[in-house]
């Protein structure tokens, strides 16, 4: 995949209504903090386009970037924020769950988990939820810059089990290296295809 534009075309609030696109989309789901809008900025090849904080809960709405007057790439608010109110919680909830509810052009959710940690429940919530909705989500495990080669197979083993997703793809990714930015790009590129 080769990125000729990108630009950040629709910022969907908890009570706005949710676009009809034209174009297909992918997702980026996982537990705020992990790397979602970090992963987006590496295959955007940006270094800051969409924002990112150590501070977990930074993207709070549901971002659409265009790229190429292609494809959108879909940037979901972050699950387990722990400043949350419970109401807030309730809203994020329902706001996913309509957007992969309703979604036409939904072609194939990415569940971000960071690879140094065994999954928690709302990360197999979010998994069964996907799965729930009719997509085969692709795991991808963040942060690999963060441990030792040697411990990757461990962890990979760890998040196949405590996800309970069989044989389902893992794709090791950093966003500081870049290493997983290919495969991604690969299953992108084939969703592209499939669509023409
Ligand atoms: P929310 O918007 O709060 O849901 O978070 P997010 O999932 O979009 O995470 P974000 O991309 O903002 O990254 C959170 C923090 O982790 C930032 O400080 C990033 O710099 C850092 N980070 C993200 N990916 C990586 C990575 O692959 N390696 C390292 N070392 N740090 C990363
Ligand atoms: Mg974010």
Redesign the pocket.
């Known amino acids: 995949m080769v990125i000729k534009s990108v630009n950040l075309e629709i910022v969907c609030g908890v009570t706005s209504k949710l676009p009809a696109t034209e174009l297909c989309e992918v997702a980026f789901a996982?537990?705020?903090?992990?790397?979602?809008?970090?992963?987006?900025?590496a295959l955007m090849n940006r270094k800051s386009y969409?924002?990112?904080?150590?501070?977990?809960?930074?993207?709070?709405t549901i971002n659409f970037y265009n790229i190429n007057e292609e494809i959108y790439f879909v940037?979901l608010?972050?699950y387990g924020?722990a400043k949350a109110s419970k109401t807030e919680v309730a809203k994020w909830g329902q706001m996913i769950e309509r957007y992969l509810k309703t979604s036409r052009q939904l072609k194939c959710v990415f569940l971000?988990v960071d690879i140094r940690h065994e999954p928690g429940n709302n990360d197999r919530l979010m998994y069964d939820w996907v799965v729930a909705n009719g997509f085969t989500p692709v795991i991808i495990a963040?942060?690999?810059?963060?441990i030792n080669r040697s411990q990757t197979a461990r962890q990979i083993k760890t998040i196949r089990e405590g996800l309970g997703c069989g044989d389902a793809k893992i794709i090791p990714?950093?966003?500081?290296?870049k290493q997983g930015r290919e495969e991604i790009y690969e299953i992108i590129d084939k969703i592209l295809e499939d669509t023409v």
Do not use: M, W
């Not at 996982?30 to 900025?41: A, D, E, M, P, R």
């Not at 969409?50 to 709070?60: E, N, V, Y």
């Not at 990714?173 to 290296?177: G, V, Y």
């Open positions: 996982g537990k705020s903090n992990v790397g979602k809008s970090s992963l987006i900025n969409a924002r990112t904080s150590a501070q977990p809960g930074k993207t709070q940037d608010p972050g924020y971000l963040t942060k690999l810059d963060k990714f950093s966003a500081t290296t």
